[in-house]
């Protein structure tokens, strides 16, 4: 037993790596335990950490922890990003600014909690600085303030980390036992809860009625109408004949046609052309046998990068895109949309024309697997530090201001997954390798924080006793419940919407860990990715004034 005790205490990488390992191992063991059909999940990990770090015999060199922390929050919020790439920009044009202005209003009840606290119960406010950091689990905006206050001093300002650490536990559960509420007795329609309502296509069938289409092509029609949309096929009821439709087609009267188009521009398309009718996809396949739809893996990396209309699929293979599902989300084929090796492609064609267009494109999973694009990844985690690291200044906040290394890399994320195709890079990774990296990137650094806090926690709660952790739980608790009311009530967020924003708007990685356990949607985390660079900023720049404040 002393072996193993000496051996736990050398101080070693090895020592390091056994008890950051074991850390996560229990961590998991508990996370399978259920009450009410609730778990804490990974959440566990932070809280196993926390007991073990009190204990001498489990100390950790600081250094490694410290990498070991911010490397597994680089990895988790770069995989979050990647997720979220191919619908960040689109979820920030429907209802982004809302969400945003729900994140600043949490930020400035978090700031006015706060300073409530400090008046009424005469705290110098630099502690209660420490404690609003930790109370939204904000590392940055915790080194911020220490750095402001540093500077003007020419002090330490190491005990500010002695507030951060006493509510930083309540911090990651207050924001979970509220998504717990939430869930409990927060429902969702039906509709909402329909994973396919992620993907906001419509398809349906039309029936030529409207004067000034007929005799036109489809792309005079298109150019009128100016909505995107595609024709997969149309059905001549004068000669009775179905056709794969070009831009060329000429539609006649009483003619039927099979219409792929968002949601939002259904009516358009339906005044302009004419009236939709009960004619699914069956009824279709029953007109003509040899047209088949299937979907097609892009697997081939030359063909990354380059536009839907570059390929002219009508007029070389003799088929139809109906649409393009990348990470889940049904997209438009529209001329400009550029193809990334991963996407999925839903073409309409006889079965020789899609054989011909499978052996261009490749639509082989076994070559995705067998050979991943690991280079865009590292590439991307480089350069997300970089821009994490760069400071930049802000009129009236004395210190530079950076995005720290877990905006940066979160932003060069998204922007790489959404606009690597014009470099020809190559963003794509499986969704299980993309899982796999989010969940070792939440691990160590849950480990990580858990064992650095563990000690300095318990040593806090003593000496200060539960007040602090009383403050702390209500800069935590009272914007959380009130935006969350909001969101809910006034603004009708649905659930995994409302989630995300939380977990963004309190910079909380691990919160947002335990709402995507059961979100299939991916709304959670796209909500997250919406909110979260502004947050990171204003956070920082938050601790920062508060700072100046005291002096």
Not at 51 to 59: A, E, N, R, V
Not at 103 to 127: W, Y
Not at 508 to 523: I, R
Request: net charge neutral; glycine share 10%; proline share 3%.
């Amino acid at each position: 037993m002393g072996a193993i005790c000496d051996f736990l205490t050398q101080g070693g990488v090895a020592q390091a790596i056994i008890i950051i390992a074991s850390t996560i191992y229990v961590g998991f063991l508990f996370g399978k335990i259920k009450v009410g059909g609730i778990s804490l999940g990974v959440t566990w990990i932070l809280f196993v950490g926390i007991f073990l770090g009190y204990f001498d015999c489990f100390t950790v060199n600081g250094e490694i922890l410290h990498f070991v922390k911010e490397f597994g929050l680089i990895l988790f919020v770069y995989a979050i990003g990647s997720q979220v790439g191919a619908s960040f920009f689109s979820s920030l044009r429907n209802g982004g600014l809302q969400m945003n202005l729900l994140a600043i209003g949490l930020i400035c009840l978090n700031v006015l909690t706060a300073l409530g606290i400090h008046f009424f119960t005469k705290i110098d406010l630099p502690s209660v600085v420490g404690l609003m950091s930790g109370a939204v689990t904000n590392t940055p905006g915790l080194g911020a303030a220490q750095q402001t206050f540093s500077d003007i001093s020419g002090e330490s300002a190491s005990f500010l980390a002695a507030g951060y650490a006493i509510a930083y536990p309540m911090g990651v559960i207050g924001v979970i036992a509220v998504f717990i509420v939430v869930r409990v007795f927060c429902k969702d329609s039906a509709e909402n809860q329909d994973v396919a309502e992620k993907n906001p296509l419509d398809i349906f069938t039309l029936e030529v009625q409207n004067t000034l289409c007929v005799g036109k092509t489809l792309q005079e029609i298109e150019n009128a109408i100016k909505v995107n949309f595609v024709i997969t096929r149309l059905y001549h009821t004068g000669t009775q004949k179905m056709e794969i439709p070009n831009k060329r087609s000429v539609l006649q009267a009483g003619d039927r046609i099979y219409v792929v188009a968002l949601k939002e521009d259904a009516q358009t398309i339906e005044l302009s052309i004419g009236n939709r009718i009960d004619m699914d996809l069956v009824s279709w396949d029953k007109l003509d046998s040899e047209l088949v739809c299937q979907q097609l893996l892009v697997s081939k990396p030359n063909i990354n990068g380059k536009s839907i209309s570059s390929f002219d699929f009508q007029t070389v293979f003799g088929v139809n895109v109906s649409r393009v599902i990348r990470a889940g989300i049904s997209l438009i084929p529209t001329k400009l949309l550029k193809v990334q090796v991963g996407d999925i492609l839903v073409v309409v064609g006889d079965e020789k024309s899609i054989k011909k267009l499978e052996l261009f494109i490749g639509n082989s999973e076994k070559k995705l697997y067998d050979h991943p694009f690991m280079i865009p990844i590292f590439l991307g985690i480089a350069l997300g530090v970089i821009i994490g690291s760069i400071p930049f200044h802000i009129p009236g906040i004395p210190q530079p201001v950076k995005l720290g290394l877990a905006g940066g890399p979160l932003i060069v994320a998204i922007l790489l997954n959404r606009f690597g195709t014009k470099l020809l890079i190559v963003t794509y990774a499986t969704r299980s390798a993309m899982k796999m990296l989010q969940e070792l990137g939440i691990s160590l650094f849950l480990a990580a924080v858990g064992l650095s806090s563990g000690k300095i926690f318990f040593e806090t709660l003593v000496s200060q006793g539960a007040t602090w952790f009383l403050f702390g739980t209500l800069i935590t608790l009272i914007p959380l419940i009130t935006i969350t009311l909001i969101g809910r009530f006034a603004l009708k967020l649905e659930v995994p919407q409302l989630l995300g924003l939380l977990s963004g708007a309190c910079t909380n990685p691990a919160a947002l860990a335990f709402a995507n356990s059961t979100d299939e949607t991916g709304k959670t985390s796209s909500s997250y990715a919406t909110v979260y660079p502004l947050t990171m900023l204003l956070r920082i720049m938050a601790a920062q004034f508060l700072i100046l404040l005291y002096f």
